[in-house]
């Protein structure tokens, strides 16, 4: 391409060399007009194109009808069954290359689901068996449905714990446990509903309104609490506080230091304890030795359940699971309230796990669909996850959703597509049917300890220093959720996890940034002087851009600050006797939208310019802005010659002016 | 100032001459090297710094503190004297002069409020003289606190109405009124507590979380339901719905047609809603008779009492107002419920009130301060709203705020400060005093005429329409709120009013607008292609703006969206065999602020461009945005050498290369 090494303009930013695009390029030492290009008018939309593209941007914004462009109708079908059913897509391509990566990682998630969902079920006041119900059904639905490829789908800490706390507090486990576990099924039932309903009607990105780094504290204080309700387990004390909160444990557990304690549960508990921390330490180390942490739970069990078979521990008072319900899910359709006070206790406990496990799903389905770079439709993904539990509590099975720690060992163990969720399943199922009653001797001290190990993962401090380091807004988020799960209690830190997200987005809104900008020297570029000491400042004019789009929310807090940056400027002009200032540049580049309120704003800080005889000026306003600009008659108000490209063209225009004025 | 005519870079939007500040200006012809700015990476604040800074700009955004810099402590404990009561301050430099016009202006809004009080009283299923005392004692608090010189303090309609639906659920009024009483003066005092505490903790801004054109809805739609309410008054109908909706009052007119109806009161209430609107026309045609409207309805109160005295009509069936009750606010601090079940509700049905009023109160401040050019401390003028409210539950008074139409009567009759509130509360006091006896023949229906004319203004059809064409998603709401009220209640529409403004603040930050940039040929401005069609997109090199702060909500988004405009542009690039895409340019300037979510989505649109073969270009980063992408040490991952001032230095960087690719 032409590029004219004599070129003045290479000395700004302004730089004819930089368009290799452009061929009419003619050389700007022999032409003194101005550039002349105009703030430009898109064509202006109809009310329904505008309705539309609103629509789409915010319910379709991956623009999942892509594929079916000019299609003919019979793709179009398959397409929309394959939409529905990601298996018949892959499932075609299937290798039985593929089927041995499955088959391994398969058989590991497996021997790590199954104590754990005996130990979760637990933990939401179920019986065993419903924990190992859920690994059986909704991991083969889902594998139909779902198009995560690492995910590993059964019953997880943190819902089971939710869901434990809401239902104990309705329905006492202990004294009518049928009536716990129907209300257990429906709040499942409306949890999937929610989840399916979000997918189908697009509002997936409801779920992103819980910001990460609450989601962080989250999920550690839950980690903590749970942890904490192992002591149970763990040190063997047979009546414990139902509260969850570290207090009232800690209570509990002090009380019964004389009494409650028995030696035999803590040495089981903690010996193995400290041998599955090893396994995951090492596992940590050696990224080829994750099998061994991957199977280390499986293993304790094993050899406890042994140990206590022999010793017959548990006439010293070990607690042992006990006998756990033979045969496969039986269907619960008949259980669910669809009708009477439960129906609504059930629906808004749904609703809430529901929301909780989706957004663990989502977020790990998204991690791994990073890592192997495959895109992830979250709307679908959670039409997959609501019908899956929505079938799963028509079967006795309770929320479902994917596991952090284990889709961690899917992945690790070669998984390659969902069929190594139905490997497990078969291997759940199996268990079932053959092999529960061996779990009779299984100590819960292990269950314990499991689940400890388990949990210790959700502890992210590493994200939360990051967090710390990077935003400390968001530090103060996380350490919000945080105490208010560990000293509160779950719904509690929940509650608080939300509100903080939404008062963070509320205060975004109402409180955009705005810079005063300067002229880098030898350029047109006009940047944030706070940010480039060396940008100097125009006499006679002041640039000030306003960081967001001009809505109701912030109009009058935009129009107050930018008549503070007047007075204050004034201040300094006058100590230091400076040009006063007869324009005011409001750089409009960033501010992609106006509303009503905040034309009526510009229009006020019209109003008190003129008063203070400065004029007004706008740079480079959005298709957006100028259209409203001009509806509202705003740019017949202060003139169209008042509004320019860019920054530069509209201080060219003035600055010299301004500095003859002095 | 220096000026090179024969300055090569006049041609571009790069010009010289743009910096007359620029001391180190030199002829560009001679220099080639590049302009050689660094994005500026501003000095690291401490976390206390940081939060300082939030906190200023959130609570005190409006520098309240301003004067108090460097004062001795005698003059800063003026100055906090002078704050809480501004009286201190205007009212040593009142003359007579300006009493003149307060006088004038004071006596018309009397002449005012006193019919309206009145019928608001009734609209709020009080007694009538309970109304005439909220124009007693709050206009002396609000003149002792206020800062506004033209607001005019007493009940106004749409707050009474909200208030009298709000009563009449909890305890029924004719049955009981006297509990009903001391509801409402409990749920005045909370009102008045909610406002002077969102003041006091400078929450003011919550208000601004109703959006204009919701409010303009809201307003319209319950000036429609306050005056079909009158046709009960108007049309002298006995037994009459309770409900609020259009449909169920509109039934219950129609059903009393035969029988219900009194002609004579339809005869007076009709010519003189004539007589009314007629001089309200008048007054609008001929600004300077707005005096003729200010005084016509106490000059019908006086003829048609007169008239129904001497016909005796009220024995033909015409309503009349009977006895008020004689004498100025007695005490009723101990009429607030300060316990019981009561308690609860008149503080949730203050809350709500109070808040409305407030937004009331405060948009009339706002638009007479910017008539005549002076501030108003929102959050100030809550503390002073607040106080009167709470003293006025302690005097027999119900809720009372700024009324539209009298703030507009007292503007144009000239007032120069609060004292014509004085004026009128004490002409409001007289008639306590002296005439209220002579109101016991006013016919029902010339107030019900009185506020059908009062509320006409309250539907906003001019700013409706300017909605209409500025911003229909702004009509949309606006029309939500205004059927609300007219189909529902007054409440159900407050709240579509309040969901719909939230709403549309939660979708306006989970989907930023980002556009695609193209350079306008013969200068380095990158612009919106879709705004500026000869822009023209740059050989292999994409460039998106993303125009919004990047945050949890919207992270995902932003990085699905880049992806997609990637994914569009490739297709095209196949079909018409362009160069491939290499270099992605994201132009940051209007990010002001990213938090760790939107790192990560940077990171994740990372490794998805790096599988494409795609580098990662950032252009002109602001300072929190460069702060923290360093400590999050993304730009170490990126390299320094990939974040450029300008998207015109990263394009001359990068251009050329790309374009010899083919």
């Keep these: 391409m032409p590029r004219t090494v004599s070129d003045g303009g290479e000395d700004f930013d302004g730089d004819v060399s930089s368009q290799p695009g452009s061929r009419r390029h003619t050389d700007s030492n022999s032409t003194h007009h101005h550039h002349g290009y105009k703030v430009g008018f898109p064509p202006v939309k109809g009310l329904f194109a505008e309705f539309a593209d609103g629509v789409k941007e915010t319910f379709f914004a991956d623009d999942p009808l892509r594929e079916y462009k000019d299609q003919p109708r019979s793709k179009k079908l398959w397409l929309s069954l394959v939409h529905l059913f990601p298996v018949l897509d892959w499932g075609r391509s299937y290798t039985f290359g593929k089927?041995?990566?499955?088959?391994?990682?398969?058989?590991?998630?497996?021997?790590?689901?199954?104590?754990?969902?005996?130990?979760?079920?637990?933990?939401?006041?179920?019986?065993?068996?419903?924990?190992?119900?859920?690994?059986?059904?909704?991991?083969?639905?889902?594998?139909?449905?779902g198009s995560s490829r690492d995910i590993a789908i059964g019953p997880v800490a943190v819902v089971s714990l939710l869901l434990g706390t809401l239902l104990q507090e309705e329905i006492d486990p202990v004294k009518n446990p049928l009536e716990y576990s129907r209300?257990?099924?429906?709040?499942?039932?409306?949890?999937?509903?929610?989840?399916?309903?979000?997918?189908?009607?697009?509002?997936?990105?409801i779920i992103e309104f819980l910001s990460h780094a609450a989601i962080v504290g989250f999920m550690a204080g839950a980690a903590i609490t749970i942890a904490l309700q192992q002591l149970k387990g763990l040190l063997g004390i047979a009546k414990f506080t139902k509260k969850s909160d570290i207090i009232s444990v800690m209570e509990s557990v002090w009380g019964n230091v004389h009494h409650g304690w028995n030696w035999q549960t803590i040495l089981i508990g903690s010996s193995f304890l400290a041998f599955l921390l090893t396994t995951k330490y090492i596992a940590k180390k050696n990224k080829k030795l994750f099998w061994v942490s991957a199977i280390a739970p499986l293993i304790s069990v094993v050899i406890s359940t042994f140990c206590v078979y022999i010793t017959r521990a548990d006439k010293q008072g070990v607690a042992i699971v006990k006998n756990i319900k033979q045969g496969i899910n039986p269907p619960s359709f008949h259980l669910i309230y669809w009708s009477g006070p439960y129906l609504a206790k059930g629906f808004r406990i749904g609703v809430v796990s529901g929301m909780v496990a989706l957004t663990e799903a989502i977020a790990i389905g998204r991690t791994f669909a990073g890592m192997k770079d495959y895109q992830i439709d979250g709307n679908k993904e959670m039409v997959a996850l609501g019908t899956m539990n929505v079938v799963g509590s028509m079967t006795s099975c309770y929320v479902a959703t994917g596991s952090f720690s284990r889709s961690a060992v899917n992945y690790m163990a070669g998984c390659?597509?969902?069929?190594?969720?139905?490997?497990?399943?078969?291997?759940?199922?199996?268990?079932?049917?053959?092999?529960?009653?061996?779990?009779?001797?299984?100590?819960?001290?292990i269950l314990a300890s499991i689940i400890i190990n388990a949990v210790v993962n959700l502890v992210d401090y590493e994200t939360a220093y990051l967090i710390w380091k990077v935003d400390k807004m968001d530090f103060v988020a996380l350490l919000g959720a945080f105490f208010g799960v560990v000293f509160a209690s779950v719904?509690?830190?929940?509650?608080?996890?939300?509100?903080?997200?939404?008062?963070?987005?509320?205060?975004?809104?109402?409180?955009?940034?705005?810079?005063?900008?300067?002229?880098?020297?030898?350029?047109?570029?006009?940047?944030?002087?706070?940010?480039?000491?060396?940008?100097?400042?125009?006499p006679g004019i002041m640039i000030v851009r306003v960081d967001s789009a001009i809505y109701f929310t912030n109009s009058n807090y935009v129009k107050e600050r930018i008549l503070r940056w007047l007075r204050d400027e004034e201040d300094q002009q006058q100590e230091q006797k400076l040009y006063k200032t007869e324009f005011l540049i409001v750089e409009l580049s960033p501010v992609t939208d106006i509303d009503t309120s905040g034309i009526h704003a510009l229009e006020e800080l019209l109003k008190a310019l003129e008063k203070r005889k400065i004029q007004l000026i706008l740079a480079n306003p959005g298709p957006a802005v100028i259209q409203k600009l001009r509806s509202a008659k705003?740019?017949?108000?202060?003139?169209?010659?008042?509004?320019?490209?860019?920054?530069g063209d509209a201080v060219k225009k003035f600055a010299p002016k301004s500095a003859l004025n002095v």
Excluded: W
């Design 416 to 445: 390659k597509t969902a069929v190594s969720n139905v490997v497990m399943a078969i291997v759940v199922m199996l268990t079932l049917l053959l092999i529960t009653p061996l779990f009779k001797y299984t100590p819960n001290a």
């Design 183 to 205: 209300l257990a099924f429906t709040a499942t039932f409306f949890a999937g509903i929610t989840q399916a309903m979000l997918g189908f009607f697009r509002l997936g990105f």
């Design 491 to 538: 719904e509690y830190g929940l509650l608080i996890a939300v509100a903080i997200s939404l008062g963070k987005i509320l205060l975004q809104v109402t409180r955009p940034r705005t810079a005063l900008l300067g002229n880098l020297p030898r350029t047109t570029i006009y940047r944030n002087v706070e940010q480039y000491p060396e940008a100097a400042k125009v």
């Design 634 to 647: 705003f740019t017949e108000l202060i003139g169209d010659d008042k509004i320019f490209l860019s920054v």
């Design 99 to 145: 089927f041995k990566g499955d088959l391994v990682a398969g058989l590991t998630i497996a021997s790590l689901c199954i104590p754990q969902d005996i130990g979760y079920a637990k933990l939401a006041n179920l019986q065993p068996h419903v924990g190992l119900y859920s690994s059986f059904v909704p991991p083969l639905i889902y594998a139909l449905m």
